[in-house]
């Protein structure tokens, strides 16, 4: 059976919020869509087909993790990552250009090799070229693919930064030559540039020069400001070109996500809902909630009454505050799917408000709700 093409449209804008849809071989993608964060294949503590009920409609995986563990051999002979972890929705994958920032003191960079990292597992030399990456991204068949680029940490140096975007550049043309011609799947190309418009405008051209099914911003959410953020944002969005998708790498808090589809981002990715979850951090409509505090002891009401998978409505935030203080990992489990349930509403609400042409109205009245 002939798969499906991988395609963007653009439905509605509320000034600059905008409602659109990815086609993919595995499932439509309402957007803005929040894809919640499978590194090592699994999205920590949930299983697959509850999080299919949060109405996810993408996960995503990481090839640099994935590549050392459980390897790539391994994958390949359930025929990709969506059997060997039994999800049979889109995966985007991270190319490993974070882990080139993350993982820095383990790895140095070589523009015509690529990144030579010593592996964080057993110290063994592991080269992720440009090439390689997209190889295993295709061997875990990934639907949307991600070029591999240098992200460098925070930092005003200009120098450093055009540097990146030279590094970025190359490598985002050996990928796209890599990738080839699939249909199929999408391959999206990387800005970077940090805080200095000129240098964002500068990578988007050059990026724009190649070509790409999709464009994400990285190199944000590396340790500035919210308000610096909205800036770059503001400013880049206007020179990406309307009828491909939009991806901020990293994103975010409800109200980073709110600010940034106001800026006309599509796409967000990030371990914030299960990493808080672990911690007894809950994100519900009442706000963000501290579970471990000790308000919630004798609290008989759920965390989000109208979440019915797992039975959530009939856990009480006195049990939760119980098992986190017992240090129970049932615990973590429960406020994680709160959370992911809480984000995908969250989308859902932004979508239905642009849609409607209320975007603004429910801007402001969340922008601040979850501090």
């Known amino acids: 059976m002939k798969k499906k093409n991988f ?8 000034d600059k919020a905008r409602l659109g849809l990815i086609n993919t071989s595995r499932g ?9 964060v499978g590194t090592q294949g699994t999205v920590k503590g949930i299983y697959p087909e509850d999080i299919l009920k949060t109405g996810t409609q993408i996960i995503l995986g990481n090839t640099y993790h994935l590549l050392l563990r459980p390897g790539i051999e391994v994958i390949q002979k359930f025929n990709g990552l969506h059997k060997f ?18 993982l820095s003191n383990l790895n ?3 523009k015509n090799i690529g990144a030579i990292f010593k592996s964080h597992i057993d110290g063994k030399k592991i080269i992720l070229s440009p090439e390689k990456s997209i190889q295993v991204q295709k061997a875990i068949d990934s639907d949307i693919i991600m070029v591999l680029d240098e992200c460098p940490k925070l930092t005003n140096d200009k120098k450093i930064l055009s540097n990146s975007i030279d590094v ?3 490598w985002a043309k050996r990928s796209k030559v890599e990738f080839g011609k699939d249909n199929s799947k999408a391959l999206f190309g990387i800005v970077q540039g940090g805080l200095y418009k000129d240098l ?4 988007i051209d050059r990026l724009l020069e190649i070509g790409f099914d999709g464009y994400a911003m990285g190199g944000l959410a590396v340790g500035e400001s919210q308000t610096e953020m909205f800036e770059i944002l503001e400013n880049s969005t206007d020179h990406l070109p309307k009828e491909k998708p939009r991806y901020l790498m990293g994103v975010g808090t409800p109200a980073d996500i709110l600010g940034a589809v106001s800026q006309g981002i599509d796409m967000f990715d990030c371990v914030l809902p299960t990493r808080s979850g672990r911690t007894g951090l809950a994100y519900t409509w009442e706000g963000k909630l ?3 505090n000790s308000k919630y002891q004798n609290d008989q009401s759920p965390l989000d009454k109208t979440c019915h998978i797992r039975n959530l409505h009939k ?3 006195s049990y939760l505050n119980h098992l986190i203080k017992s240090n129970e990992m049932m615990a973590s489990m429960i406020i994680s799917l709160n959370n992911i349930y809480f984000y995908q509403q969250f989308m859902s609400e932004i979508r239905k408000n642009i849609k409607s042409g209320n975007f603004s109205y429910f801007y402001k009245k969340y922008i601040n709700y979850f501090n």
């Open 315 to 317: 856990y009480s935030k």
């Open 200 to 203: 964002r405008k500068e990578s």
């Open 290 to 292: 501290n579970i471990k």
């Open 168 to 170: 970025s550049t190359f």
């Open 108 to 110: 140095k960079i070589d």
């Open 7 to 14: 395609s963007f449209e653009l439905i509605t804008q509320d």
């Open 85 to 102: 972890m039994n999800w049979n929705k889109p995966i985007l994958t991270d190319s490993g250009g974070y882990q080139i920032m993350s």
């Open 28 to 36: 439509q993608i309402d957007t803005p869509s929040f894809m919640p």
